[in-house]
């Protein structure tokens, strides 16, 4: 499971709501507790650089996620630390009218197995849904990953309310 603090699920929900109708997306920091698992800490919101239609891609500017690791503390002047304590967890991104599900594009872009992705359904300028998934390991085949969806909590571990749930496709 993630969780993550009220404070960051807002900023998020305004991050991919300004940013309709094209795709927002940015950075979550945080660590893993022994019980594995994720909790968010900050957040540092990108433009989107993908070209072409940024409707239905995203990609993060490489400026902004060293920025992000040098303030995390995941960098030194020395170079990358080996075990910081708190670190790029993942990322968000919108799907402005689509549900909030991994695409196609999605799993093609998925090179980093360690990321957890959040995924915001924008339907008509309204956050709809957020959902969060890891990647796993396909059975029987170690090179394809899939995504499998985590639980999404406030830190004290109650479920966060449906957003628009009446704008949410079925
Ligand atoms: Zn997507």
């Known amino acids: ?14 991050d991919t709501e300004l940013g309709y109708p094209r795709e927002a997306c940015g950075l979550l920091g945080g660590h893993k507790d022994d019980q594995d698992h994720f909790h968010v800490t900050s957040l540092r919101a990108s433009p989107n650089i993908a070209g072409g239609n940024r409707q239905d891609r995203f990609e993060i500017d490489p400026g902004v996620r060293f920025k992000f690791m040098r303030d995390l503390g995941m960098i030194s002047s020395h170079g990358p630390l080996k075990q910081p304590k708190e670190y790029i967890l993942g990322h968000y991104h919108s799907h402005p009218d689509h549900p909030a599900k991994p695409s196609a594009t999605d799993l093609e872009m998925a090179y980093e197995p360690e990321f957890i992705w959040m995924i915001i359904s924008v339907m008509a300028g309204k956050a709809a849904s957020i959902t969060a998934h890891k990647l796993i390991q396909q059975s029987g085949n170690s090179e394809l990953l899939k995504f499998q969806e985590i639980q999404l909590l406030s830190p004290d571990g109650t479920p966060y309310a449906a957003l628009n749930p009446i704008q949410q496709e079925t």
């Open 1 to 14: 499971m993630i969780r993550i603090p009220a404070d960051i699920y807002q900023l998020i929900v305004a």
